[in-house]
C-alpha cells in the first residue's frame, strides 16, 4: 500500500474524475444536445379531487393464496422485542397463519419515505410493499392522490375494535383506507441535568426561559411543532387560519433569532437529551417513556394549553402483491392481547378497545401510565393538527422548512 | 454525451488509417463513457430540464423555462452558499496545514512505520461517515474531556470572541462543523500530498543544504513546489466534498450553521420544491466550478489537472 508509484497519479485521476475536466467535458456536451432534450421531460402528477372523492387506487393480482408472506414497512424501534431479538406478536401470526412476515424498519421519515415511493407508486409499479405506517396527515396525502387500496373488512374482523375516537377522522371517513398502528402525543421533555433542576412545563418556557438558551430543540414534523405554538397562542388547531400559522412561524422565527434553538429535529433527539446536551424539546411520549427506564429523572410535560396527538396508520399501497395477507396481518394487531404486548415494549397509545385490560394482567404499572393509557381528562385536551389542501401543504411546509434550514 | 458514447462505440478505425489497432483506446474509453452517460450526463439532463420546470408535486410537472428560478433561489440563498463555501475554505485550510507535516513525516521519515501509518490514515473509513460524524458529537458534548480541557485553558474564550461557538458550548457550533468537515475529510488531504512526497528525491534536499539553504528556504523552494501537485489535489478533493456536504452541519451544527446541502436536502425532500433544489444544484455546481478553474490556473498547475 505504501510505496505504490501509482498512488500519486491515482490521487490525480481522482481529481480529474471529481473536478474540473470531467465536469466541464460534460456540461458541453450538455450545451451541445441542447433544449430538445430537456423538453422531452416533465412529470405528470395524480389527484384523485382534492375534495375527499378518492375512491382508492389501482390494484395488482393478488397473490396472497399462493405465496404466504407479507412485506411490512415500519418505523425503528416500533415492535415487541425479544430478549434474544425475535419479534414474539410477528411470530404468533405466523405460527397461526403460516403467513412469514418480512419487517422492515425502512420508515424513518414521512417525507422521506413519500420521496421513495412516489416515482413507483405513479408510475403504477409495485413498491415492493403490502403495508406499511404512514402518520395521519400522510395517509391524507396518499388517499388524496389515489395511491393507496380500499380495506376489505371482511378479512379484519377485528377492525371494529379500533377506539371510537378514532373510528371516523377527517382523512379518511369511516376509516376505508386506513387502521391506526400507534398514537401519541407531542409534548415537552427535559433533562433537570441540563435545565439546573428547573422543569420545563409549557412553551412559553421553552422558547423564553434564558436557563435553557441554546439547548433547545423542536422538531421537523410541522404538525407537531406548529401546533403546540398555534396552542400556545390560544388557537383551535382544528381550525386556524393562514394568518394564525403566520403567527406561529414568527414565534418560532424570534425564538431561533435570539438563539433560543439548537436545531430541529425527527427522532434522533433522544440521545442528546439523555446525555444533556439538549437541555429540553419538544418530544414523542414513546421515545420518552422509554428513556426514563434508563433516567427516571428526565421531565416530561402535556403543556397546559393543549398538545398535539397523531397516529401511524396501516395503509395497503396500490399493486401490493399481497393485500389479503396485510390485511390479516392488520386484523391480528388489533386482537387486545396482540395489541397489549405491542403497547408494553412501544410504549405508544394502543389504539385497540380491550387493549387497557389486557395491559392490566400484562404489566399493571405500565397500564397506569397516563401516557399509555392516558385519562379521558388528558384525551380531552389533545388536539389533531386540521388537515390541509394541496396548496396550503405546498405553502405552509416551504415556510416552516424556510425557516428551519433559514 | 450519449451521442458522444455511440459515435465513438459506432466508429471503427477509418481505413485511411495505416494501423487497425487505432480503436483500441477508444474501444477502452467506452464502457467509462458509458457509465458517464448514464449516471452522469442522464441525470443532469433531468435536473437541468427540472429545474426550468413549473408546477408542483400533486398536479404534475410542466416544462417552461422558467429561468427566472434561478435569480429567486440565488437572492434566497446566497447567505447558505457563502456559507457554504466559506467551511469548506476552513476545512481546506485546516486540512493542509493538518496533513502536510504528517505527509512529509509519513512519506521521508518514518522509515517502518510507514505502511503503519498509512493504515491509521485510513482506517476510519472502516466505519461509515455519518457513525464517525455521530462520534464527534460525543467527543464534543459538554462534561466531555474536550469541553473540559478548553474550558480549563481558557481556549473557549478565544472561541467564543472569534465567534466559533457561544455560550460556551462546543457541540452545535460553528466550531464543530468545521472541525466536523476538517477531520472528515482529512484523509483526502493526507494521501495525494503524501504520494507527492514520497517521490520527493532527498538528494534535492541535501543539495539544498550544500548550497546553504536554510531549513526554510529549502521547504520554501524545492519541497513546497515539488509537493504542489499533492497540494492542488488535496485541496480539490476536500474542498468539493465539503462544500456540498449536508451531515457535518446537520449533526453538529445549529440554526445558524445551515449549509447549501442541507437546503437542497429540505427542497427536495420535505417541501417538494423540485425546480427551486435542481437550481440550487446547479447554481453551487458553477460556484465550484468556477473557482475551482480559478484556483488551477493560479496554482499554475492547469497542465496537470
Given at each position: 500500500m505504501?510505496?505504490?508509484?501509482?498512488?500519486?497519479?491515482?490521487?490525480?485521476?481522482?481529481?480529474?474524475?471529481?473536478?474540473?475536466?470531467?465536469?466541464r467535458?460534460?456540461m458541453?456536451?450538455?450545451?451541445?444536445?441542447?433544449?430538445?432534450?430537456?423538453?422531452?421531460?416533465?412529470?405528470?402528477?395524480?389527484?384523485?379531487g382534492?375534495?375527499?372523492?378518492?375512491?382508492?387506487?389501482?390494484s395488482?393480482?393478488?397473490?396472497?393464496?399462493?405465496?404466504?408472506?407479507?412485506?411490512?414497512?415500519?418505523?425503528?424501534?416500533?415492535?415487541?422485542?425479544d430478549?434474544?431479538?425475535?419479534?414474539?406478536?410477528?411470530?404468533?401470526?405466523?405460527?397461526?397463519?403460516?403467513?412469514?412476515?418480512?419487517?422492515?424498519?425502512?420508515?424513518?421519515?414521512?417525507?422521506?419515505?413519500?420521496?421513495?415511493?412516489?416515482?413507483?407508486?405513479?408510475?403504477?409499479?409495485?413498491?415492493g410493499?403490502?403495508?406499511?405506517?404512514?402518520?395521519?396527515?400522510m395517509?391524507?396525502r396518499?388517499?388524496?392522490?389515489?395511491?393507496v387500496?380500499?380495506?376489505d373488512?371482511?378479512?379484519?374482523?377485528?377492525?371494529?375494535?379500533?377506539?371510537?375516537?378514532?373510528?371516523?377522522?377527517?382523512?379518511d371517513?369511516?376509516?376505508?383506507?386506513?387502521?391506526?398502528?400507534?398514537?401519541?402525543?407531542?409534548g415537552?421533555?427535559w433533562?433537570?441535568?441540563?435545565?439546573?433542576?428547573?422543569?420545563?412545563?409549557?412553551?412559553?418556557?421553552?422558547?423564553?426561559?434564558?436557563?435553557?438558551?441554546?439547548r433547545?430543540?423542536?422538531?421537523?414534523?410541522?404538525?407537531?411543532?406548529?401546533?403546540?405554538?398555534?396552542?400556545?397562542?390560544?388557537?383551535?388547531?382544528?381550525?386556524?387560519?393562514?394568518?394564525?400559522?403566520?403567527?406561529?412561524?414568527?414565534?418560532?422565527?424570534?425564538?431561533?433569532?435570539?438563539?433560543?434553538?439548537?436545531g430541529?429535529?425527527g427522532?434522533?433527539?433522544t440521545?442528546?437529551?439523555?446525555?444533556?446536551?439538549?437541555a429540553?424539546c419538544?418530544?414523542?411520549t414513546?421515545?420518552?417513556?422509554?428513556?426514563?427506564?434508563?433516567?427516571?429523572?428526565?421531565?416530561?410535560?402535556?403543556?397546559?394549553?393543549?398538545?398535539?396527538?397523531w397516529?401511524?396508520?396501516?395503509?395497503?399501497?396500490?399493486?401490493?402483491?399481497?393485500?389479503?395477507?396485510?390485511?390479516?396481518?392488520?386484523?391480528?394487531?388489533?386482537?387486545?392481547?396482540?395489541?397489549?404486548?405491542?403497547?408494553?415494549?412501544?410504549?405508544?397509545?394502543?389504539?385497540?378497545?380491550?387493549?387497557?385490560?389486557?395491559?392490566?394482567?400484562?404489566?399493571?404499572?405500565?397500564?397506569?401510565?397516563?401516557?399509555?393509557?392516558p385519562?379521558?381528562?388528558?384525551?380531552?385536551?389533545?388536539?389533531v393538527?386540521?388537515?390541509l389542501?394541496?396548496?396550503?401543504?405546498?405553502d405552509?411546509?416551504?415556510?416552516?422548512?424556510?425557516?428551519?434550514?433559514? | 454525451?450519449?451521442?458522444?458514447?455511440?459515435?465513438?462505440?459506432?466508429?471503427?478505425?477509418?481505413?485511411?488509417?495505416?494501423?487497425?489497432?487505432?480503436?483500441?483506446?477508444?474501444?477502452?474509453?467506452?464502457?467509462?463513457?458509458?457509465?458517464?452517460?448514464?449516471?452522469?450526463a442522464?441525470?443532469?439532463?433531468?435536473?437541468?430540464?427540472?429545474?426550468?420546470?413549473?408546477g408542483?408535486?400533486?398536479?404534475?410537472?410542466?416544462l417552461t423555462?422558467?429561468v427566472?428560478?434561478?435569480?429567486?433561489?440565488?437572492?434566497?440563498?446566497?447567505?447558505?452558499?457563502?456559507?457554504?463555501?466559506?467551511?469548506a475554505?476552513?476545512?481546506?485550510?485546516?486540512?493542509?496545514?493538518?496533513?502536510?507535516?504528517l505527509?512529509?513525516?509519513?512519506?521521508?521519515?518514518?522509515?517502518?512505520?510507514?505502511?503503519?501509518?498509512?493504515?491509521?490514515?485510513?482506517?476510519?473509513?472502516?466505519?461509515?461517515?455519518?457513525?464517525?460524524?455521530?462520534?464527534?458529537?460525543?467527543?464534543?458534548?459538554?462534561?466531555?474531556?474536550?469541553?473540559?480541557?478548553?474550558?480549563?485553558?481558557?481556549?473557549?474564550?478565544?472561541l467564543?470572541?472569534?465567534g466559533?461557538?457561544?455560550?460556551?458550548?462546543?457541540?452545535?457550533?460553528?466550531?464543530?462543523?468545521?472541525?466536523?468537515?476538517?477531520?472528515?475529510?482529512?484523509?483526502?488531504?493526507?494521501?495525494?500530498?503524501?504520494?507527492?512526497?514520497?517521490r520527493?528525491?532527498?538528494?534535492?534536499?541535501?543539495?539544498?543544504?550544500?548550497?546553504?539553504?536554510?531549513?526554510?528556504?529549502?521547504?520554501?523552494h524545492?519541497?513546497?513546489?515539488?509537493?504542489?501537485?499533492?497540494?492542488?489535489?488535496?485541496?480539490?478533493?476536500?474542498?468539493?466534498?465539503?462544500?456540498?456536504?449536508?451531515?457535518?452541519?446537520?449533526l453538529?451544527?445549529?440554526?445558524q450553521?445551515?449549509?447549501?446541502?442541507?437546503?437542497?436536502?429540505?427542497l427536495?425532500?420535505r417541501?417538494?420544491?423540485f425546480?427551486?433544489?435542481?437550481?440550487?444544484?446547479?447554481?453551487?455546481?458553477?460556484?465550484?466550478?468556477?473557482?475551482?478553474?480559478?484556483?488551477?490556473?493560479?496554482?499554475?498547475?492547469?497542465?496537470?489537472?
Open positions: 505504501s510505496s505504490n508509484p501509482d498512488l500519486n497519479s491515482l490521487a490525480f485521476r481522482a481529481a480529474l474524475g471529481r473536478g474540473l475536466v470531467s465536469r467535458t460534460a458541453l456536451g450538455m450545451a451541445g444536445l441542447g433544449v430538445a432534450a430537456l423538453s422531452a421531460c416533465g412529470s405528470a402528477g395524480r389527484n384523485q382534492s375534495n375527499g372523492t378518492a375512491t382508492g387506487g389501482a395488482a393480482e393478488d397473490l396472497s393464496d399462493s405465496e404466504k408472506v407479507v412485506n411490512w414497512s415500519n418505523w425503528p424501534e416500533y415492535i415487541d422485542v430478549d434474544d431479538g425475535n419479534r414474539p406478536s410477528i411470530d404468533a401470526f405466523a405460527a397461526a397463519t403460516g403467513i412469514a412476515v418480512n419487517y422492515t424498519e425502512d420508515y424513518n421519515d414521512n417525507d422521506e419515505f413519500y420521496a421513495k415511493v412516489r416515482p413507483l407508486l405513479e408510475a403504477g409499479q409495485d413498491t410493499r403490502d403495508v406499511w405506517c404512514s402518520t395521519d396527515w395517509v391524507a396518499l388517499i388524496r392522490q389515489g395511491f387500496q380500499e380495506l373488512y371482511d378479512n379484519i374482523p377485528n377492525g371494529s375494535n379500533v377506539v371510537d375516537s378514532l373510528s371516523d377522522v377527517e382523512f371517513p369511516g376509516r376505508k383506507f386506513s387502521l391506526p398502528w400507534q398514537s401519541g402525543f407531542a415537552i421533555a433533562n433537570p441535568a441540563s435545565t439546573g433542576g428547573k422543569r420545563i412545563e409549557s412553551i412559553d418556557q421553552l422558547l423564553n426561559d434564558p436557563a435553557i438558551k441554546g433547545v430543540t423542536l422538531l421537523t414534523e410541522m404538525r407537531d411543532t406548529v401546533g403546540l405554538i398555534l396552542l400556545e397562542l390560544g388557537k383551535d388547531i382544528t381550525s386556524f387560519t393562514a394568518e394564525d400559522f403566520d403567527e406561529a412561524l414568527a414565534v418560532i422565527q424570534d425564538a431561533k433569532d435570539r438563539g433560543q434553538l439548537q430541529f429535529t427522532n434522533e433527539y440521545q442528546p437529551l439523555a446525555s444533556g446536551d439538549i429540553a419538544i418530544a414523542w414513546g421515545d420518552v417513556v422509554q428513556l426514563q427506564f434508563d433516567n427516571p429523572d428526565l421531565g416530561y410535560a402535556l403543556p397546559p394549553k393543549g398538545f398535539t396527538i397516529s401511524d396508520n396501516f395503509v395497503i399501497p396500490n399493486m401490493a402483491k399481497h393485500k389479503k395477507n396485510a390485511e390479516l396481518l392488520i386484523n391480528h394487531y388489533y386482537d387486545p392481547e396482540v395489541m397489549a404486548e405491542v403497547a408494553a415494549w412501544v410504549n405508544y397509545i394502543p389504539p385497540v378497545q380491550g387493549t387497557t385490560e389486557a395491559l392490566v394482567a400484562l404489566d399493571p404499572e405500565l397500564a397506569e401510565n397516563e401516557l399509555i393509557v385519562t379521558d381528562e388528558v384525551l380531552s385536551r389533545a388536539q393538527f386540521r388537515g389542501t394541496d396548496a396550503e401543504e405546498s405552509f411546509t416551504a415556510r416552516f422548512q424556510s425557516i428551519v434550514v433559514g | 454525451m450519449a451521442n458522444m458514447a455511440v459515435a465513438v462505440g459506432g466508429t471503427p478505425a477509418p481505413a485511411a488509417r495505416p494501423t487497425r489497432r487505432n480503436w483500441v483506446p477508444y474501444a477502452l474509453l467506452l464502457p467509462g463513457l458509458l457509465w458517464l452517460a448514464v449516471f452522469y442522464a441525470p443532469m439532463f433531468t435536473l437541468g430540464s427540472q429545474s426550468l420546470q413549473e408542483n408535486v400533486y398536479d404534475g410537472y410542466v423555462g422558467n427566472g428560478i434561478y435569480p429567486e433561489a440565488l437572492s434566497e440563498y446566497w447567505p447558505h452558499l457563502l456559507r457554504s463555501l466559506g467551511y475554505a476552513s476545512a481546506t485550510i485546516a486540512g493542509l496545514v493538518l496533513a502536510y507535516p505527509a512529509y513525516y509519513m512519506a521521508q521519515k518514518a522509515g517502518r512505520w510507514k505502511n503503519i501509518m498509512l493504515i491509521l490514515v485510513i482506517a476510519p473509513f472502516f466505519t461509515s461517515f455519518l457513525i464517525r460524524t455521530l462520534a464527534w458529537r460525543i467527543i464534543l458534548s459538554d462534561g466531555g474531556v474536550v469541553s473540559d480541557i478548553v474550558h480549563t485553558t481558557g481556549l473557549i474564550n478565544l467564543d470572541i472569534m466559533l461557538t457561544q455560550g460556551g458550548t462546543l457541540l452545535n457550533s460553528k466550531f464543530a462543523v468545521m472541525a466536523g468537515l476538517t477531520y472528515n475529510f482529512l484523509p483526502f488531504m493526507i494521501l495525494p500530498l503524501y504520494a507527492a512526497l514520497e520527493l528525491d532527498p538528494r534535492l534536499m541535501e543539495a539544498a543544504r550544500d548550497l546553504y539553504a536554510s531549513g526554510w528556504e529549502t521547504f520554501r524545492v519541497i513546497f513546489p515539488l509537493s504542489l501537485p499533492g497540494v492542488v489535489a488535496g485541496t480539490l478533493l476536500t474542498f468539493i466534498p465539503a462544500t456540498g456536504d449536508y451531515i457535518n452541519s446537520r453538529l451544527g445549529n440554526t450553521t445551515v449549509m447549501i446541502g442541507q437546503v437542497i436536502d429540505s427536495f425532500l417541501v417538494l420544491d425546480p427551486k433544489a435542481a437550481a440550487l444544484s446547479f447554481i453551487l455546481l458553477v460556484m465550484i466550478v468556477t473557482l475551482v478553474g480559478i484556483y488551477v490556473r493560479r496554482a499554475g498547475t492547469e497542465e496537470l489537472v
